[in-house]
């Protein structure tokens, strides 16, 4: 068994407060949009906890980033520069989630520091942490006070183009977190992935990838 420290303490630290705030801005989300769907709070309690909590994710983000961008384990989130290679390595990977993991087939990644994702990963937490969950805080930030940012508002095509954004994202959210939590189970035991994100170790079985 090879102990592999994966997950350093900032990235502990943002991805739990990230992942409570995104599940109450989900919840808020759902009665603030689907009135009368749930009767958890008042509307307007509703739309006070989404503005608040939403802050502390836009706070909470700069953790992750400033941590990234002055530590060389940024290399983990790297795009792979030979493509073929890169192919090569995805299509091994949607080949063992599609079938090898119900036949037994070892992971065809082996995680190190520097390379903790496989080449799936890598390219669904780029897409989602650079692009997706800014234009998320963006929109929500707009939302949040249109009149103060009107000029912004019209030039992206008015509230109801802004609104339209914030919501598709908020439903892609709600169906990342239970895919995400799906593959989270899938270490070499079910719950490996989630201690190795509290502890920062992860157990291995195999030895760690070059
Ligand atoms: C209930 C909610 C969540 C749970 C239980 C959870 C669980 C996990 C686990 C076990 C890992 C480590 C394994 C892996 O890398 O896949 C992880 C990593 C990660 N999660 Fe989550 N997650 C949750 C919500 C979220 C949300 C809402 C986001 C983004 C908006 C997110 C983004 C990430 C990212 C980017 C990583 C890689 C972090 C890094 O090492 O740099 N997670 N999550």
């Given amino acids: ?43 307007e309690t509703a739309v006070d906890l989404h503005n608040w909590i939403g802050f502390v994710v836009i706070g909470n983000y700069f953790i992750w980033l400033l941590f990234y961008l002055s530590t060389d384990k940024v290399k983990a989130y790297h795009p792979d520069l030979n493509p073929r290679k890169y192919f090569r390595e995805t299509f091994r990977q949607i080949l063992y989630y599609g079938a090898g993991i119900f036949k037994g087939a070892p992971n065809p990644h082996h995680p190190n520091p520097y390379n903790k994702f496989n ?13 997706i ?20 508002v019209e030039l992206l095509g008015g509230v109801r183009v802004v609104d339209t954004v914030h919501v598709l994202i908020f439903i892609f959210f709600a169906f990342f977190i239970f895919v995400h939590v799906y593959l989270g189970t899938l270490g070499h035991t079910a719950t490996a992935h989630f201690k190795a994100m509290f502890t920062g170790y992860e157990d291995m079985e195999e030895e760690p990838g070059s």
């Fill in 133 to 152: 969950v800014p234009l998320q805080f963006v929109t929500g930030l707009l939302l949040w006070d249109v009149k103060r940012f009107a000029g912004a």
């Fill in 1 to 43: 068994m090879t102990r592999l420290y994966l997950n350093p303490l900032p990235v502990r630290i943002w991805h739990w407060i990230n992942a409570t705030g995104f599940v109450a801005l989900i919840v808020t989300g759902v009665q603030i949009r689907y009135v009368g769907l749930i009767g958890l709070m008042s509307f």
């Fill in 119 to 131: 080449p799936l990963q890598r390219m669904m937490y780029q897409i989602v942490m650079l692009l």
